[in-house]
Structure formats: C-alpha cells, structure tokens
C-alpha cells in the first residue's frame, strides 16, 4: 500500500516569507508526528496529532510555527516569517494508536526547506 | 526526560566484517528502543524495535540488537556488512508516557570498503 508521502520534496523561499508543508499520512493511522532533521543531526519532534487534535506540540520552537490536521489525515505544517535557522528537513510519520508505546512510526521521505 | 547517545558519530568496516553500532539511552521508565537506517536521500526505514519482549531483537537485513537493562545499551549488530549497508543509522527511543514522541540519537554513519 501507499506510504507516507510529503509535499512539496523542495521548497525554497525567502527570508520573511511563509511556507506550507503538507503531509499525507498512511490511511487508518490515527497518529501523526512531525520532526525537523537540520545538517548532519537526528531528528527532533515537533509536534504530535492524535486524531484531528494536537496531543503535544512541545516541540515547535516558537510561535511561528504551526500545524493543524482538520480532518483527522492529512496535515499542514506552516510556518510564518521564515528565518535563515529554519532551513532543515522537515519529516512527517504517521502510525497506528494501540495505546501501548510501541506503535511503529512509518516516516515520509521529507520536503527540504531552504531560506534564503 | 529521555535521550539517547550513539557513541560514534563514524564507522568504517570492510565488506564481510561484523558491524557495531553502539548506543545508550537514558530513560526514566520501560522505554521502547527502535534502530531506524537512513540511506542518502531516502526516507527514514524501521530496522528493528524492543518492546519488553525479547531482550535479543532480530531485524531486517540481517541486523540485531540486544537490550541490557543493567548497561542501558541497545547495541546494533550485523556478522558481515555489505556495500548495501552504507548509510546513516538512528538509535530511538520512546515512551508511551511521553506520547510516543521518537527522541533520536545523533546518528552514526557508516562507511562500507570493499
């Protein structure tokens, strides 16, 4: 079946422009998590979605940032304002909801964000 | 809180030597312990978890882990690597009290010669 996809796979903007990543997530997962990998470190968490809610979105480093999920599958990360520091990967994973911390996240292959 | 660290940020292996990637994670409760591989620009790919099961885990690829509770390691191995295997390995580790939010490691990158 279909995997997790992302859209765009590259976007680059300007310094002070906003941008939307989307995120499609496999059908049936309820859980949607979004990661920043910036150059030659692991992936951070950003923010998690449990159905059509943000669970945690301790992640996102400031107010410029923000995710919704309106109907429960796909998901929008948008970001205001961009500064030059947000130039990263930007991963999206979805998974199912057992309820018992050892769902598998299945990963999209990213968009990369450039700022200018 | 959890982290993770992998002890080497490079390694270098011939082809058909064994293969360690060491990692230690720090965790107030029972974690999950996943090793994610990422090949150059491809998507992050699950290669085993530990989920309070078996302490020896077997993935794809031919690649296992054990986890030592006592050392709080969750080493990576493979008995004889292949060109295939170069890439970038992530060792992870989650908590069901933390939403099973992934908190990564800093990767180690390994490098195959033939």
């Known amino acids: 079946g279909a995997g997790v996809s992302q859209t765009p796979s590259n976007k680059v903007t300007e310094k002070g422009k906003y941008v939307e990543l989307r995120c499609d997530p496999i059908s049936g997962h309820t859980a949607l998590y979004w990661y920043r990998q910036s150059l030659g470190q692991g992936p951070e968490f950003l923010i998690y979605f449990q159905g059509t809610g943000a669970a945690d979105d301790s992640g996102l480093p400031n107010d410029r940032f923000f995710a919704v999920r309106p109907e429960g599958s796909v998901s929008t990360l948008k970001i205001q304002r961009t500064e030059r520091g947000d130039s990263a990967v930007y991963l999206c994973?979805?998974?199912?909801?057992?309820?018992?911390?050892?769902?598998?996240?299945?990963f999209g292959p990213g968009t990369r964000l450039t700022v200018l | 809180a959890q982290s993770v660290t992998q002890l080497d940020s490079h390694v270098s292996v011939s082809e058909g030597t064994p293969v360690l990637l060491r990692c230690n994670y720090s965790?107030?409760?029972?974690?999950?312990l996943f090793w994610y591989v990422q090949h150059p620009n491809k998507g992050l790919q699950l290669l085993l978890k530990y989920t309070s099961a078996a302490t020896l885990v077997k993935g794809i690829n031919g690649f296992e882990a054990e986890f030592k509770k006592s050392e709080t390691s969750f080493h990576l191995t493979k008995p004889s690597a292949h060109m295939s295997d170069a890439a970038e390995y992530f060792c992870v580790v989650s908590l069901l009290a933390a939403g099973n939010k992934l908190t990564f490691g800093g990767g180690t990158r390994v490098l195959v010669k033939p």
């Open positions: 994973a979805s998974s199912t909801h057992s309820g018992s911390g050892t769902d598998t996240q299945y």
């Open positions: 965790s107030s409760y029972s974690p999950s």
